[in-house]
């Protein structure tokens, strides 16, 4: 991951995808919130999703279904992604027919979710003194 500048197609839990350029590992983590996850997005070109690799574990909000070349849904990414090119071993950027499609199947296929139940707290026992 080289210190260039580079165009991704950020996705975010709920809203429209919007383009920006980042540059380097700082600015990827940040983006995601936490340590990055490189999920291929196709078999056929070289782009792939860069994701927060503890967005299930740490709750994050559902955010888009990850689809194989055929759209069959096979997970779902929790948090703010990006979408970014292959260049060689580095992340690249997007080519703009990649930003225009991804964009549009993206911004069509936002997962809402509603709360579930608050989960119920266990009461603190208390501790009892006994007297002797």
């Given at each position: 991951m080289g210190d260039k500048r580079i165009t991704v197609l950020v996705v975010e839990p709920l809203k429209e995808c919007y383009t920006k350029e980042i540059c380097g590992l700082k600015e990827m983590q940040a983006l995601v919130g936490g340590l990055i996850?490189?999920?291929?997005l196709s078999d056929t070109e070289p782009v792939i999703a860069v994701l927060n690799e503890e967005g299930?574990?740490?709750d994050l909000p559902y955010n888009r279904?990850?689809?194989?070349?055929n759209s069959i849904p096979f997970d779902i990414i929790c948090g703010t992604f990006f979408v970014?090119?292959?260049?060689?071993?580095?992340?690249?950027?997007?080519?703009?027919d990649q930003i225009a499609r991804y964009k549009k199947k993206y911004d069509n296929e936002i997962i809402i979710t509603v709360p579930g139940p608050e989960k119920p707290r266990t009461p603190k026992k208390e501790k009892k003194h006994h007297e002797r």
């Open positions: 996850e490189i999920v291929p299930k574990l740490l279904a990850l689809t194989d070349d970014a090119g292959v260049d060689g071993e580095d992340i690249g950027s997007l080519t703009p």
